[in-house]
Nanobody, 124 residues
Framework: QVQLVESGGGLVQAGGSLRLSCAAS????????MAWFRRAPGKERETVAA????????YYADSVKGRFTIYGTNTKNTVYLQMDSLKPEDTAVYYC?????????????????WGQGTQVTVSS
């Protein structure tokens, strides 16, 4: 059974940092694109960052470039999202996801696998 389990969310003041973790199990994800999405109240779901293991390719939404970093372990079973210089507008539920198509994941097309989500709240 495939599972993606996020952790690391919480409450932080503006300018602070958080690191989200996503532990994947149930199959190998070395050929997949791993990504972080977020959904804020009243807003569309946004692809925040993605990483394609095979080529080391990464993607970042313009809103987080230079502040967020996506990376993973050598075993490629865990993906992290380091979030620095957080802003109140980063407040959202963050979801880990895995998809077989990098292009589709970046475009926001439904990945095959999702985590349950973790809340990130940034206070001003």
């Amino acid at each position: 059974q495939v599972q993606l389990v996020e952790s690391g969310g919480g409450l932080v003041q503006a300018g602070g940092s958080l690191r989200l973790s996503c532990a994947a199990s149930g199959q190998s994800f070395s050929a997949y694109t791993m990504a972080w999405f977020r959904r804020a109240p009243g807003k569309e779901r946004e692809t925040v960052a993605a990483i394609r293991w095979r080529l080391g390719t990464t993607y970042y939404a313009d809103s987080v470039k230079g502040r967020f970093t996506i990376y993973g372990t050598n075993t490629k079973n865990t993906v992290y999202l380091q979030m620095d210089s957080l802003k109140p507008e980063d407040t959202a539920v963050y979801y880990c996801a895995a998809g077989s198509s990098y292009t589709a994941v970046v475009a926001g097309t439904e990945p095959e696998f999702w985590g349950q989500g973790t809340q990130v709240t940034v206070s001003s």
